[in-house]
C-alpha cells in the first residue's frame, strides 16, 4: 500500500543538527513533487520545504531558509530534511507528505498533499 | 505570502447537525484550495482539493465551494468519526500555506 513513514526524530540541544528521513513505499516515488510540514505542539500546520521530483527545484519557508536543507534519493525511495542550526522554536512534529498536482511548462501546479506519513518528533531544548 | 483565515477557530455541534467552516485568502487563489482533517495524534487526511472535488474515499456528507478568495467546507450530518479539527491550504502558490484551523467539537 502507499506508505510514507519518517524516522530520525530526537531530542537536539539548541545551534545542534537533526537529519530526518521519509521512506516511501507503494507508489514511483520519482514522480512526485515530495513536501515537509511540521506542527509545533497544540499548534496548526506549517509547511517548512518541497522538492522537484528530480531535484531540480526546491523551496522553503522563511523560518527555516538558509538552515533546512531538502534533498532526495530515487534510487532509494527516499526523502531527507537536513536540519542545521536548530531552535526552540524547531520543536515539532515533523511530517512528509506527497505532493499530487502535475508540471505544466516550468511550473508545478499540486492540488494537495494526498499521502503522509505518521510523523517524527523533534524537541529542540537544553 | 498569501494568509488563510478560517472561522470559526471552534465550534461545538451534534451528530446529524449540518457544519459550515468558512476559510478566506487575503489575495485571490482562483480554485487553489484543499481541506484537511486531522484527529488527535494523527497526520493531516486530504479531503476536498480543487476547491469543491471530493478526494476518493471521503464520504459524500463533506463537500466544498467557492472560489476567489472566499471557500467553505460543508459536512452535511455530522457522524461521530467527524469530530476533529479542519484546515485549509491554498495550493496556488509557495510558499503554501495554511489556516490556523477549525476546531470541530461535540455539543
Known amino acids: 500500500q502507499v506508505q510514507l513513514v519518517e524516522s530520525g526524530g530526537g531530542l537536539v540541544k539548541p545551534g545542534g543538527s537533526l537529519r530526518l528521513s521519509c521512506a516511501a513505499s507503494?507508489?514511483?516515488?520519482?514522480?512526485?513533487?515530495m513536501s515537509w510540514i511540521r506542527q509545533a505542539p497544540g499548534k496548526g500546520l506549517e509547511w517548512v520545504s518541497y522538492?522537484?521530483?528530480?531535484?531540480?527545484?526546491?523551496n522553503y519557508a522563511d523560518s527555516v531558509k538558509g538552515r533546512f536543507t531538502i534533498s532526495r534519493d530515487n534510487a532509494k525511495n527516499s526523502l531527507y530534511l537536513q536540519m542545521n542550526s536548530l531552535r526552540a522554536e524547531d520543536t515539532a512534529v515533523y511530517y512528509c507528505?506527497?505532493?499530487?498536482?502535475?508540471?505544466?511548462?516550468?511550473?508545478?501546479?499540486?492540488?494537495?498533499?494526498?499521502?503522509w506519513g505518521q510523523g517524527t518528533t523533534v524537541t529542540v531544548s537544553s | 505570502d498569501i494568509q488563510m483565515t478560517q472561522s470559526p477557530s471552534s465550534v461545538s455541534a451534534s451528530v446529524g447537525d449540518r457544519v459550515t467552516i468558512t476559510c478566506r485568502a487575503s489575495q485571490g487563489i482562483s480554485s487553489w484550495l484543499a481541506w484537511y482533517q486531522q484527529k488527535p495524534g494523527k497526520a493531516p487526511k486530504l479531503l476536498i482539493y480543487a476547491a469543491s472535488s471530493l478526494q476518493s474515499g471521503v464520504p459524500s456528507r463533506f463537500s466544498g465551494s467557492g472560489s476567489g478568495t472566499d471557500f467553505t467546507l460543508t459536512i452535511s450530518s455530522l457522524q461521530p468519526e467527524d469530530f476533529a479539527t479542519y484546515y485549509c491550504q491554498q495550493a496556488n502558490s509557495f510558499p503554501s500555506t495554511f489556516g490556523q484551523g477549525t476546531r470541530l467539537e461535540i455539543k
Open positions: 507503494g507508489f514511483t516515488f520519482s514522480d512526485y513533487y
Open positions: 507528505a506527497r505532493l499530487w498536482g502535475y508540471s505544466y511548462g516550468s511550473t508545478y501546479y499540486y492540488y494537495g498533499m494526498d499521502v
Open positions: 522538492i522537484s521530483s528530480s531535484s531540480s527545484y526546491t
